[in-house]
Each structure stands twice: as C-alpha cells, then as structure tokens.
C-alpha cells in the first residue's frame, strides 16, 4: 500500500466533505479492506469522523472544534474521569473518559484543568451516599410515601449530578432507552451485574421480577438485561396492561397520579410463594410503580420475608441537600 494513501484521504475530503466508503474506494482504486485499515487509522488519530451504521455510513473531516483539547490532566484524575464520565453528543458519538469530558468542557467553554478538579470533588460529595457500590434510597420512600411497601430500595447511581448533568449509567440509560441501541444496553450490564449480583447474595434473594415498561419498544431494555444477566432465580411474571394511550409515569407531576398509574396498569400474575424478592426498574423517580408492585405482591401472599426494590438510577431530589457545589 502506498504510504500517501491516509493524504489522499484527506485531500479527497477535503474536496468533498461527506462521502461513503465506495465512493473512496472507487477513487483510491484500493480494497475495502485497505480502506477501512486506514479510515480506521484516521478516526483514532481524530483527523476524521464516521456518521452512521451501516448500511448508511458517511465520513467527514474532524472539525477543528471537535477535536480533544491537547491538555496533560494528573493521572489520578485521568483514571477517575475515564471511569465515571461519558457523554453522547449530538451527533450520535459515543465519547467515553477523558476524551468525553474534553468535549463537554469545550462546549461549556470551561477551562479544562480548572474543571476537572472540581468534577471529582462533586462526584466525590455524591459518592458519599453509596455504600458498597449502592445507594439506600429508603429513608427517601419513607418520607414520601404515607404507606411503604418495600422492605428496602436501592439505587446504583443518580440519574444525574448538580453542573455535571447525567451521570454515565444516566447516559447510557436515557440514550439505550430511546435508541434501543444493544450496544448501549451491553454496557449497562457490565455496569451492574456486579452491583445487582453482589445485592442479591445480601439480600438472600430467590426470585426477581422486573419492572416491565409502559412504551412498547421493539428492543426492551428490562427483558434485554433478565436475557444478559442470567440469574439463577425464578422469575416473577408481573405485567403492564396500557390502555388507549399509554401514560408513561415520568409523563405525570403528582405523586397521587403516580401512584393511581401504577395501582391500576401493573399485574402480578403470580401463584408460586418465595421467601426473599427483588424487583429490578431502570428508573425511579417518585418509586411509585415500585412501591405499588410490592404492594400488590404482598397483598396476594406471593412474599413471605422482605421484598427489595432496586434502580439503576434513580432521583436525587428528597436526600440530603449537598452545599457548596
């Protein structure tokens, strides 16, 4: 191959800003398999951007805005913001890290040495309510609901954090929601299968049920996760019936809608008993669907001991108010 051909590239697209793989290999008379060893090339140096999945793939010239800040951060804070930060933008690319948090800042126009020490330390002040990798969201039930039917709840992380917006797990979930995106769902799971692993030994769990949703969706994330996690547990059959317009409970600002949404959609189709259960969500907001399925699971003797409720994400609003942020 010759060794002007990445040149070529470039000149090509800078010539014409967005074409397809065909078109490129077409004019540098090469296999697709050269190009693509150099697009690839390309992409990693930052030199070039791919919009699209196949079959529509289009690529372009980085532009000069987008491209990571050339700045040196401690290494510490490197290792902290590559596991903790992530954002989509609004081209569809996911950046992971540091390289994520670079461009977050430059849209902000925030100087990036300054802001990534105060990053860690808001993460740090959030990072006081987990314990053992969760947080225990039930003194927040508590106070929010007259009656509580959840033994517990727990959350993995915050939906999101004061000035930083959504966290990762946040991110994911919002865009692997919306998108049905498997690979966005794949990462989720390798979020917390430890977590929710770790909290089913603890909680002597045997039986789960999730939480099912109220969009139908050709991709559903709940089932997506059961069929990645492979618990060994039963698995409770607890049913959403939607009527003519489906309400989804992050639609409704009373928490009394809330609850009556709940109460009069999800079914626990169950006859078998069991000791422990979890009830798995994506999100919480009130912990109103949650709370309602218990309600309905204890109701029907289907729980003889504690049933636990557990969020990937869930609200901030109703835990201890954190100052100087």
Known sequence: MKTDTADRILAYLKEKPETTAKKLAEFLAITPQALFRQL???????????????????YSLQNREDKPMEVSLPTNTSTIINENFLTITPQGQILPGVVGFYHWCAKQNLDIKKTAPEYIKTLG???????????????????????????????????????????KLGTLLLYAKQTQNTKLINEIYLLTKSQINTLIKYEKTDAVGFI?????????LQKELAKKLQLP?????????????????????????RIENA?????????????????????????????????????????TGKIVGLALVGSFKGFDVINEI
């Open 125 to 167: 002040k959030y990072n006081e309510f987990k314990t053992n990798g969760l947080i225990d969201a039930t003194k927040k039930m508590r106070d929010t609901f007259v009656e509580m039917f959840l033994d517990k709840i727990y959350y993995l992380d915050f939906y999101s954090i004061e000035r930083f917006g959504k966290t």
């Open 233 to 257: 547990l039963p698995v409770l059959n607890i049913n959403k019936a939607v009527n003519e317009i489906a309400i989804p409970q992050k639609s409704l600002s009373k928490l009394e809608d």
């Open 40 to 58: 690839k090339k390309l992409q990693r140096e930052n030199k070039i951007i791919k919009v699209g999945a196949p079959p529509i793939v289009y």
């Open 263 to 303: 109460r009069s959609t999800i079914f626990v189709d169950e006859n078998r008993k069991f000791d422990n259960i979890l009830l798995i969500d994506d999100a919480v907001g009130s912990g109103a669907t949650l709370n309602e399925t218990a309600k309905k699971i204890k109701a029907r003797g289907i729980c």
């Open 212 to 220: 099912p949703p109220t969009i139908s969706r050709k991709i559903q």
